[in-house]
């Protein structure tokens, strides 16, 4: 088990529901990511947050909004989804933006209805 | 635009046998190069970050390569066993001013090990 926690683990959510995804790191990270794993394509970064600023945002729909409260937490708030965003949704943290090794949650696995 | 591929796709070897899984990337303007396992449903487990000034690291029976130069890498497992299955992922961190040091992916290859 890595020190990157992320809740749920399965999400099955209607095209009009709003629900959050919730990541929580307990290494003394400052940098966290949310990635996006779809079938057949590799993943893809959404949103890189470095100490508490978001300092990328990876042409992501408006319908992903990103949040981090402080640096060991990091939410991914999803309103009016479609089909295609049905996908594995990854958390990651490190130490420091540039160089440093990322460590991975176990994902969530959502499904859009 | 940085790219990654893996090659092969899927492999599939009995136990016991010595294995190569490549990695190619089309900027050499990199920080730093990382390994993972990911197995089905799972999240990612990092095996190896290699350094883009290093050449290789090693992990017990994992050795992976690094030739910043020609844009690869290379992942070797020796003696593989039917717990390494798993689908295997190659990801680089890009350097210069204007990236945050976000990881491009390849696609992966699957491993299979038969007993």
């Known amino acids: 088990e890595t020190g990157v926690t992320q809740t749920p683990r399965h999400l099955v959510m209607g095209m009009t529901n709003k629900k959050s995804l919730k990541c929580e790191q307990h290494?003394?990270?400052?940098?966290m990511y949310w990635y996006k794993q779809s079938a057949k394509k590799p993943l893809e970064l959404m949103f890189v947050?470095?100490?508490?600023?978001?300092?990328e945002n990876n042409s992501v729909p408006s319908r992903f909004s990103p949040e981090c409260p402080n640096s060991s937490h990091l939410f991914l708030h999803l309103h009016t989804l479609q089909p295609e965003d049905s996908a594995l949704y990854l958390c990651?943290?490190?130490?420091?933006?540039?160089?440093?090794?990322?460590?991975f949650g176990p994902g969530t696995r959502l499904t859009v209805t | 635009k940085q790219e990654v591929t893996q090659i092969p796709a899927a492999l599939s070897v009995p136990e016991g046998e010595n294995l190569v899984l490549n990695c190619s990337f089309t900027?050499?303007?990199?920080?730093?190069l990382q390994w993972f396992r990911q197995d089905p449903g799972k999240g990612l487990t990092s095996l190896l970050l290699?350094?883009?000034?290093?050449r290789e690291q090693t992990s017990g029976r994992l050795n992976a390569s690094l030739d910043k130069s020609s844009g690869r890498s290379t992942l070797y497992i020796a003696a593989s066993q039917p717990g390494d299955s798993a689908t295997y992922l190659c990801?680089?961190?890009?350097?210069?001013?204007?990236?945050?040091?976000?990881?491009?992916f390849g696609q992966g290859t699957t491993l299979q090990v038969k007993p």
């Open positions: 990651a943290s490190s130490p420091g933006q540039f160089s440093y090794e990322q460590y």
């Open positions: 290494l003394g990270h400052n940098a």
């Open positions: 947050y470095s100490l508490e600023e978001r300092v």
């Open positions: 900027d050499s303007a990199i920080y730093n």
């Open positions: 290699i350094q883009s000034s290093q």
């Open positions: 990801a680089v961190k890009e350097s210069g001013s204007s990236n945050t040091g976000k990881l491009i």
